[in-house]
């Protein structure tokens, strides 16, 4: 199927920022699903609230445009009812893991067959410019005036101490990256994790006074390399993409079908 | 054909009728009096093949029976006080959205933790307005438990027709009591089943677009019709709109398609109302005491009646209002502050007749209770 069949054109000009990284997730997520060849309704996105979130109002699969930090929920109810769908569920870094932290490490932990991709600008970026768990030590937003003293979140690390079994991160720069990653991500069965570097040149950008979108991009490509590189064991500070988990483990909708056998014949 | 009968708690009445219903979703998470509505179901639900989930909190459960509604399932999740509170935020999104679901609420003391496992009718308000913005709402009552069986069958009828969550107030004292229970046969009971749209793939299909009685077909997420779901005020194709003219229209659509037919959603019993002098207005266990109190007083000759109400919102305004025209006096018996007796006092001609007789003390009505205000209306003193 072409790429743009799977767009609601009518809706663009989308409505992120120029020079926004959430287009680029977009682009990356639909060229993995073309790869697959998937037609659209065998695909449910479902999102909470925040810039991330609106990019089910584009893409014409079953779409689901929930409330903040709540997402997975959602998606969960969907995915048990029907488990022969594919839940694709596109979160910002506040909505899956401060509001929605809870409902992120116990679908994680369920091991329930949906792909969770975070989409981490480490800011808010639709109520202004707030700083996310996400945002780390000194950064400055509307919120932290005298910078950030609060630690951030590591993604990667959270998801597996949850017990996600795919868990991989990646950067707007390294697009065809975000595209293979994607594409494993939803042939994985069970929880996908995918982080997404995604640059938000309007408030972290402008706030920390860290360039503009091309510099953003360019920081990507500068500070984070494939995971095991000599580059990191030469440079520890460097950040590493690519997958760190990919592991066959039982799925959640799977053993609840065996639950169902167990209690019909009155085990 | 030889009768199903059971004696049960009113949780296992209630788990009982979701599943005749044809509940085949239910998510879930432990919270006292309704846990055993949970445990029941995390039983039985798997021997029929159908889900059950128990979630990490309140919100998640009622955010995952929503998504499994959308699937085209008859869905359910229960709670109690602070679980009610928690959910809200998506009881809303279920209203806006227009998404079928039935919520029950088992009562009990609050604000907070409150009195876990006292009886209490503390939430007629919050299952109002509890959620943010105008919105109506449509919540249903029982006061034994083969009225339990029946109305929990109700609310999952009227969430179909009205694409509504619709809440299921029960009580911790009907909820923790065991009566007897008889359960009908199948096809007994007349059950709603989900509309479907018969509009054709690759046909422009509207999912929020009311036919001409007001109904909205549905078609279940993953088959041919490929619509967007939102909590934004959105066009008839489910899209984000903040248009003036589409914004107005959903709201009033919203308002209207449950407030319009107040009398067509009032359930409600009544006793003795022809002729009494003292009309007792209850609902729930309350409505227990009330009844004990008119059925020994009719047999001493006193004109008492009662008016139990299944229905609470939308407020049956014109029924009470009829009901209550011919008494001296009114008195609404309820275990809270007078929360219905704020809406009897509207709806009644005559405010000033109508008296709260209650208790907030966790402790269960009794009829002497409700004697004791009698005696003070009728100036014989306690």
């Given amino acids: 199927m072409a790429l743009k069949a799977y767009l609601r054109e009518r809706f663009f000009p989308h409505l992120w920022c120029p020079g926004c990284g959430h287009g680029m997730v977009l682009n990356g997520l639909l060229r993995a699903i073309e790869k697959m060849g998937f037609s659209r309704n065998e695909i449910v996105m479902v999102s909470g609230i925040g810039c991330s979130s609106r990019i089910t109002g584009y893409v014409d699969f079953h779409t689901l445009h929930t409330i903040h930090g709540r997402a997975l929920a959602f998606a969960t109810g969907v995915k048990m009812a029907r488990p022969e769908l594919n839940l694709i569920v596109p979160m910002g870094d506040g909505d899956a893991l401060a509001i929605g932290g809870n409902h992120f490490i116990h679908a994680a932990r369920r091991n329930i067959d949906i792909t969770a991709i975070v989409m981490n600008n480490r800011i808010y970026g639709m109520t202004g410019g707030q700083f996310s768990p996400l945002s780390g030590e000194n950064v400055r937003a509307t919120t932290a005036p005298y910078l950030t003293i609060d630690p951030g979140f590591d993604v990667v690390e959270l998801s597996k101490a949850a017990g996600a079994t795919f868990v991989a991160r990646t950067t707007t720069y390294h697009i065809k990256q975000m595209t293979d990653i994607i ?85 | 054909m030889s009768e199903n009968i059971k004696f049960v708690q009113g949780n296992e009445a209630c788990a009982e009728a979701a599943v005749y219903a044809g509940l085949s979703f239910y998510a879930g998470y432990p919270i006292t009096p309704s846990s055993e509505i949970t445990e029941y179901l995390a039983s039985r639900l798997p021997q029929i093949g159908a889900k059950f989930m ?71 308000n919050q299952a109002r307005w509890g959620t943010h913005g105008d919105h109506a709402i449509i919540a249903l009552t029982a006061s034994n438990h083969q009225d339990i069986f029946a109305l929990t069958v109700e609310a ?173 006096s009114v008195i609404v018996v309820e275990q809270n502050m007078g929360q219905v007796l704020q809406s009897v006092k509207l709806a009644v001609d005559e405010p000033d007749k109508v008296f709260l007789a209650n208790r907030i003390d966790g402790v269960f009505i009794m009829p002497s209770d409700i004697l004791n205000i009698l005696r003070l209306i009728q100036g014989k003193g306690v």
């Fill in chain 1, 183 to 267: 594409q494993q991500a939803i042939l994985h069965e069970g929880f996908s994790v995918v982080e997404i570097f995604s640059q938000c040149p309007t408030y972290f950008g402008r706030k920390n006074k860290v360039g503009d979108a091309v510099d953003m991009i360019a920081y990507y490509k500068q500070n984070t390399t494939p995971i095991g590189s000599k580059a990191k064991k030469e440079n520890p500070n460097l950040i590493e993409r690519g997958i760190f988990v990919q592991q066959d483990k039982p799925e959640y909708c799977n053993q609840y079908e065996q639950l169902v056998q167990k209690a019909m014949e009155g085990r």
């Fill in chain 2, 54 to 124: 128990q979630m990490e909190d309140e919100i998640s459960s009622l955010c995952a029976i929503i998504g499994a509604s959308l699937t085209g399932c008859k869905v359910m999740t229960a709670t109690s006080g602070p679980g009610f509170s928690l959910m809200q935020e998506a009881l809303g999104y279920a209203i806006m959205a227009e998404i079928p679901c039935v919520i029950v609420n088992v009562q009990r003391g609050g604000p907070s933790t409150g009195l876990p496992t006292h009886g209490s009718q503390g939430d007629v």
């Fill in chain 2, 156 to 328: 999952f009828n009227l969430a179909e027709i009205y694409r509504t969550p619709v809440i299921l107030l029960l009580d911790e004292v009907v909820a923790h009591m065991r009566e007897r229970l008889v359960i009908p046969q199948p096809g007994e009971v007349p059950l709603v089943e989900r509309l479907k749209t018969s509009v054709k793939e690759g046909v422009d299909y509207h999912p929020y677009l009311p036919r001409e009685d007001g109904r909205l077909p549905m078609s279940d997420f993953g088959g041919v019709h490929r619509f967007n779901v939102t909590g934004l005020f959105h066009d008839m194709w489910g899209f984000p709109s903040s248009e003036p003219r589409a914004v107005h229209g959903l709201l009033r659509h919203l308002v209207d398609k449950i407030d319009n037919r107040v009398n067509q959603l009032a359930r409600y019993k009544e006793y003795y109302i022809e002729d009494a002098k003292h009309l007792l207005v209850s609902y729930g266990s309350s409505a227990r005491s009330a009844r004990h109190i008119v059925e020994k007083r009719r047999s001493r000759g006193e004109r008492l009646g009662l008016l139990e109400l299944q229905t609470l919102w939308p407020f049956p305004h014109e029924i009470v209002r009829e009901k209550c025209a011919a008494a001296q």
